[in-house]
């Protein structure tokens, strides 16, 4: 079994930024996609930011220019850098983890229990 925990959410104000992280542990073999969804309030949940197991990031248009992932493969961990926070990105994040638990196995999907950040004054 492959668990996903996130951290780093909160209240911060407008103009200010917060850096999420997501740890994957377990009986992993192997990661492909990471990635950072959210879901507001009477929202649907959506794409913030992917990347692969190389280190090529997908941003939703919403956030280019101000929110930045990354990953440290050794850690089975991906980070979610965001500045210039607004009011607008207030939601639950959640990550996701495409992994193997075993060499030519099948891909799963795995996705933690979510944080929450506020933007708000």
């Known amino acids: 079994q492959v668990q996903v925990v996130e951290s780093g959410g909160g209240l911060v104000q407008p103009g200010g930024s917060l850096r999420l992280s997501c740890a994957a542990s377990?009986?992993?073999?192997?990661?492909?996609?990471m990635g950072w969804y959210r879901q507001a309030p009477g929202k649907q949940r959506e794409l913030v930011a992917r990347?692969?197991?190389?280190?090529?990031?997908n941003y939703a248009e919403s956030v280019k220019g101000r929110f930045t992932i990354s990953r440290d493969n050794a850690k089975n961990t991906v980070y979610l850098q965001m500045n210039s926070l607004q009011p607008e990105d207030t939601a639950v994040y959640s990550c996701n983890a495409q992994a193997r638990s075993y060499n030519g196995g099948r891909l799963y999907y795995y996705w933690g229990q979510g944080t929450q950040v506020t933007v708000s004054s």
């Open positions: 990347i692969t197991s190389g280190g090529s990031p």
């Open positions: 377990g009986s992993i073999f192997s990661i492909d996609d």
